[in-house]
């Protein structure tokens, strides 16, 4: 998502960075139970200088692939999965259209239990991209999107831990968000599984900054029938303040990709109010 100059600014001095050797963390064993410590380690290799912000078609981009994928085939289970790499070719900049890269889609498809539903699909995605890298500075990208990233893996360590879902659950890491929302739309036109079959999209960006009070925003209710009432009963008994958004589907990230194949939307982040609370 790319917001106002001051979120650029605070982005940019937050962010940057003047560490002379840019070291890539050691990969982790993460345990099925979603814990801080594996958030803190995924968001710590994936943002770190080593890797330089992410950018499509950097190397950075191949290692944080490469993260992804060990990740989703060597999680400790016996519940079987298909990982798959989807390469697709954006423009590195929207100035220059045919100057293309190669970026990637990471899938992880785990099966559904349940005889009736396991051809129903729940889409669960992030990017894992971050913006380029600008004036000699390092974007890391923490909050958008390492934070979403590790989101997806833990969500995913965790079902294929547990393995109880009816319904078939695929796992995506979106390369090329941050070029306009190139990989999720290269996904929707080249699909993996049908997509007349995909009962929810759930997308994870920017989820690295919930207050104090817990407070998580929700977007997409009104891409389903009372889809609001409906959750509803969720969001009183969740341990987190949900804040449903309701009016219009934000359009500045992967899910309104999926929004327009009429699949219904779920968009969690946090933080953006807050931050632009504190420059108004
Ligand atoms: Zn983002």
């Known amino acids: 998502m790319?917001?106002?100059?001051?979120?650029?600014?605070?982005?940019?001095?937050?962010?940057?960075?003047?560490?002379?050797?840019?070291?890539?963390?050691?990969?982790?064993?993460?345990q099925s139970d979603?814990?801080?410590?594996?958030?803190?380690?995924?968001?710590?290799y994936l943002s770190s200088d080593g890797l330089r912000?992410?950018?499509?078609?950097?190397?950075?981009?191949?290692?944080?692939?490469?993260?992804i994928v060990n990740h989703f085939t060597n999680v400790e289970s016996s519940t079987k999965r298909m990982v798959e790499?989807?390469?697709?070719?954006?423009?590195?900049?929207r100035l220059t259209p045919k100057n293309k890269v190669k970026t990637y889609n990471i899938i992880a498809?785990?099966?559904?239990?349940?005889?009736?539903?396991?051809?129903?699909y729940v889409v669960i995605g992030a990017h894992y991209d971050s913006v380029k890298n600008t004036?000699?500075?390092?974007?890391?990208g923490a909050d958008d999107n390492a934070?979403?990233?590790?989101?997806?893996?833990?969500?995913?360590?965790?079902?294929?831990?547990?393995?109880?879902?009816?319904?078939?659950?695929?796992?995506?890491?979106f390369g090329g968000e941050e070029l306009g929302l190139l990989g999720s739309k290269h996904y929707v036109n080249n699909p993996t599984i049908d997509l007349s079959k995909v009962q929810l999209m759930v997308n994870l960006d920017m989820v690295g900054r919930m207050d104090e009070e817990g407070n998580v925003q929700l977007g997409g209710s009104p891409s389903a029938q009372n889809f609001s009432s409906k959750l509803h009963p969720f969001f009183v008994n969740s341990k987190i303040n949900i804040i449903d958004l309701g009016k219009g589907i934000f359009s500045r990230s992967d899910h309104y990709n999926f929004y327009k194949k009429d699949i219904p939307v779920l968009f969690f982040f946090t933080g953006i109010l807050t931050v632009i609370i504190h420059f108004v």
């Open 109 to 120: 498809t785990l099966p559904g239990n349940d005889e009736q539903l396991k051809d129903e």
């Open 2 to 30: 790319k917001y106002t100059l001051y979120l650029s600014i605070l982005f940019l001095a937050s962010c940057a960075s003047n560490m002379p050797n840019f070291t890539i963390p050691e990969v982790k064993a993460t």
């Open 85 to 93: 790499v989807q390469e697709h070719y954006v423009s590195k900049s």
């Open 53 to 67: 912000g992410r950018g499509s078609g950097t190397p950075g981009d191949r290692a944080a692939k490469d993260y």
């Open 147 to 173: 934070s979403g990233t590790a989101m997806v893996l833990e969500l995913f360590e965790h079902f294929a831990s547990i393995n109880t879902h009816k319904r078939t659950l695929v796992f995506i890491a």
């Open 34 to 44: 979603i814990t801080i410590d594996d958030f803190k380690s995924h968001i710590t």
């Open 135 to 140: 004036l000699g500075l390092i974007h890391n």
